[in-house]
């Protein structure tokens, strides 16, 4: 069975740094690219980073560029989102997602930017 496992959500302050995990099995990890995505309240998904499989390159919405680093460590299936320069408008649920295949979505972690 496929499973994705969020955390490392929580609140943090403008300008500050959080790091998310997406903990993943029932699946080749390393075969697949990942995505994270995001949903803010009253809004609909948005991507924000594409990392490929293997040695990873990534991509990144533009809204999150140059503050998020998507990572990848294929030996412990485990996928990390940094983000850093934290905006009150980077409030939403991350989800990680499987890319191809079985489709596959986590369960998310809440993100709430705030002073």
């Known amino acids: 069975e496929v499973q994705l496992v969020e955390s490392g959500g929580g609140l943090a302050q403008p300008g500050g740094s959080l790091r998310l995990s997406c903990a993943a099995s029932?699946?080749?990890?390393?075969?697949?690219?990942m995505t994270w995505v995001r949903q803010a309240p009253g809004k609909g998904l948005e991507w924000v980073s594409l990392i490929q499989s293997g040695a990873g390159g990534t991509s990144y919405a533009d809204s999150v560029k140059g503050r998020f680093t998507a990572s990848r460590d294929n030996a412990k299936n485990t996928l990390y989102l940094q983000m850093n320069s934290l905006k009150p408008e980077d409030t939403a649920v991350y989800y990680c997602?499987?890319?191809?295949?079985?489709?596959?979505r986590g369960q998310g972690t809440q993100v709430t930017v705030s002073s």
């Open positions: 029932g699946f080749i990890f390393s075969a697949y690219a």
């Open positions: 997602v499987k890319n191809g295949g079985t489709p596959a």
